[in-house]
């Protein structure tokens, strides 16, 4: 099986680069391999399904410019393919005075971003809003909206087809070759031989890349979010998004409220260490790959540097009681008894050999590969950008 081309990993990354290359050059031949027996079965089918604004991302950085112009493809495409979304904004809030200069930086930041239409908004105007939020502070994104990530998926999976592109399912890579001027790929169920191999392997990218590349000096540390759903009584609590001003120091944005596209609201997530890359229960263990993330003297510094907010998540995830305290700092008024246990998800953080928890994109090419190596959220809302960026870069080689 010869191709030009041959894309790992059947999640919204994989899909939308398959798919913007094949727009720019029909020509190609193009294969996509996804382990599992369906498309988006990891991070893309277990995200919370927000529409991200680029609030967050420093200014110039890949998460900011492809985010910002992600946002804007993906509406696009939404509205010519009738994708449902909904932009019902969001509101982030400090509830100590210490969050203050926190979240002035954030509204700074998003400026700096290019979102002209956010607000520090009153007490009374978030009442107005949001009248279950304590805070004594409060910016109002408009930008923010809500979206099913596996439609979209889907729908760039089958622009792929009908554009000529070949999707194999059941096809987990086993092992990557460099021969001459190609690569060649041995699978669970056929071997292929490709010009270019691109690596949009999520929660596994590194093992891959580094059959590519000896140059990729980082590890994938599976982190769990774990959820809980309010209660459908108790939904009337939450009419936007409600985001706590983050940790600066943290890569994750804390437990919050999420309206679904088709209906609900999920609570959450945490932030634990997941003790296999693919662990979506506490239950979930893989003693080669938790040994493999406890050795990586990167996540040694990381454990070390935030040891305290690491056992504060970990106590969160076996404690309701403390869970639903986090989130009465946003909304007193919740009980224990109002939240019901929801899904989960695993994010792939790529980790740095000095203890970096790395904060952007990372795209790493080779001679006979480019590695997506790093893409957490917001790569759902990026996909398109990112898809483009990295497609620019496989037309450069044909």
Known sequence: MTYDIVIVGGGIVGLATAFKTLEKNPNLKLALLEKEGE??????????GVIHSGLYYKPGSLKATNCINGY???????????????LCGKVVVATEDFQKPLLDNLYNRGLENGLSKITKISQDELKEIEPHVKSVSAIKVPYTGIIDYVAVAKKYASKIEELGGEIYLNTKVDKLKEEGEYSFITTSQKDFKTKLIINCGGLYSDKLAKQTSDEVDLKIIPFRGEYFKLVPEKEYLVKHLIYPVPDPNFPFL???FTRMINGGIEAGPNAVLAFKREGYKKSDINFGELLETLFWPGFQKVAFKYWKTGLGEMYRSFSKAAFTKALQKLIPEIEEKDLVDGGAGVRAQACDRTGGLLDDFSIIESNHAINVC???SPAATSSLSIGNTVSDLIIKRF
């Open 374 to 376: 790093n893409a957490p």
């Open 72 to 86: 804007n493809m993906l509406l696009d495409f939404c509205q010519k393919e009738d994708i449902p979304y909904e």
């Open 254 to 256: 804390g437990v919050h």
């Open 39 to 48: 498309l988006c079965k990891h991070q893309t089918g277990n995200n919370s």
